[in-house]
């Protein structure tokens, strides 16, 4: 079974200053890990994805994540806030890589992280 | 099409009254999946249709959920005897390579 931990369900920066959002799951097997962002009323969008190759991933709109094994972690993060990066993030893990062509698996997200930025 | 597309974008229905909402797939994409996100409670895995296989629902809260999807793409979600807490918004996202998803219905039972 798989599961997904994102720590703070609200997070709040100043323009300018760093995101960090904060993901830890848990897998059975080696996992396969997402950050999706969601804008008001609209589908989630993918900024970046781990698959098991460069344990830092760079993904759209300056966002990076690093995957750190030894902490379970997945953490999200931006060195300089835009008032553009206001949204909801979700991370989320897959036991298979959810977007390769050889068949897909569902995907286990977490709760969100609303991330407000304060000009 | 371009991308997914959820119809109605929006739903008020009255307590106890079914509802239906339709997913229209990007062409060509073989696998389909419905989520439920409610506030505060993340996206909730509901059930998934691969080609022609068994869909898998193991997520559907309940027997008064059910979804199929005729000729491989078109997909509606039947939500019968509405209740309160089934107010959420339903996600469907297709894949060939890579989840596409769509806006959603958001869903208010009253």
């Known amino acids: 079974a798989q599961s997904v931990t994102q720590l703070g369900s609200h997070v709040s920066v100043s323009e300018g200053a760093l995101v960090l959002l904060r993901c830890n799951y848990s897998?059975?097997?080696?996992?396969?890990l997402f950050w999706y962002v969601q804008y008001p009323n609209q589908g989630l969008q993918l900024l970046l994805k781990?698959?098991?190759?460069?344990?830092l991933v760079k993904g759209i709109n300056g966002f990076e994540a690093e995957f750190k094994k030894s902490e379970t972690s997945f953490h999200l993060t931006k060195p300089s806030a835009h008032m553009s990066d206001a949204a909801e993030y979700f991370c989320?893990?897959?036991?298979?890589?959810?977007?390769?062509?050889?068949?897909?698996?569902?995907?286990?997200f977490g709760k969100g992280t609303k991330l407000s930025v304060i000009p | 099409g371009a991308g997914v597309s959820q119809s109605p974008s929006n739903k008020v229905t009255e307590k106890g009254k079914d509802v239906e909402l339709r997913c229209d797939p990007i062409?060509?994409?073989?696998?389909l999946y419905w989520y439920r996100q409610s506030l505060g409670q993340g996206l909730e895995f509901l059930i998934y249709?691969?080609?022609?296989?068994?869909?898998?629902k193991s997520g559907l809260p309940s027997d008064r959920f059910s979804a199929e999807r005729t000729g491989g793409s078109v997909s509606t979600l039947t939500i019968q005897r509405t209740q309160q807490e089934d107010s959420a918004v339903y996600l469907c996202?297709?894949?060939?390579?890579?989840?596409?998803f769509g806006s959603g219905t958001r869903l208010t039972v009253v």
């Open positions: 897998s059975s097997v080696p996992p396969y």
């Open positions: 249709f691969q080609g022609n296989s068994a869909p898998d």
């Open positions: 062409s060509g994409h073989t696998a």
């Open positions: 996202a297709s894949s060939e390579h890579g989840y596409t």
């Open positions: 781990y698959t098991s190759a460069a344990t």
């Open positions: 989320a893990v897959s036991d298979k890589n959810s977007h390769s062509g050889a068949g897909s698996y569902q995907l286990t």
